[in-house]
């Protein structure tokens, strides 16, 4: 992995991790979003929420409805949860927003844990 996104991935789970500490776990996804994208702002950390992602069909763009939770750097996909136990279906959805964007990093934050270390996964599209 690139160094860079190394630092920058550290960076995002301790902000998570902040989040995670004032708040705990039990809220809405939605909460967990606006927080974290806060707490990236406080540290001077660009992003953009809810960016649209398009799938592009045949040299097609096509709006779908697609949308990443949180792109930081233009380089890290996060896709933010708030469910009982991550599935198969949430890293395969995290895959394939990776695969769309043509991005190489992803990470999928569960705040609904008890410690958010156990919440966290990250996954690398090989391209």
């Given at each position: 992995?690139?160094?860079?996104e ?21 809220l ?13 702002s ?7 929420c ?7 069909y045949?040299k ?5 409805g697609?949308?990443?939770d ?5 380089m890290?996909?996060?896709?933010l949860k ?9 890293e395969?959805q995290?895959l394939?927003y990776?695969k769309?964007?043509?991005l190489?990093l ?15 996964k990250r ?5």
């Amino acid at each position: 992995m690139i160094k860079k996104e190394d630092k920058l991935s550290r960076e995002i789970i301790g902000a998570a991790i902040e989040v995670h500490k004032n708040l705990g776990p039990g809220l809405l996804e939605s909460a967990y979003e606006e927080c974290l994208c806060h707490e990236l702002s406080l540290r001077k950390i660009n992003f953009q929420c809810q960016k649209p992602l398009p799938v592009e069909y045949k040299k097609v763009k096509l709006d779908c409805g697609y949308r990443l939770d949180v792109l930081v750097e233009n380089m890290v996909v996060l896709e933010l949860k708030a469910v009982q136990t991550i599935e198969p279906i949430h890293e395969a959805q995290l895959l394939t927003y990776l695969k769309l964007s043509g991005l190489k990093l992803g990470m999928l934050i569960n705040f609904n844990v008890p410690v958010l270390k156990n919440g966290i996964k990250r996954i690398v599209n090989g391209l």
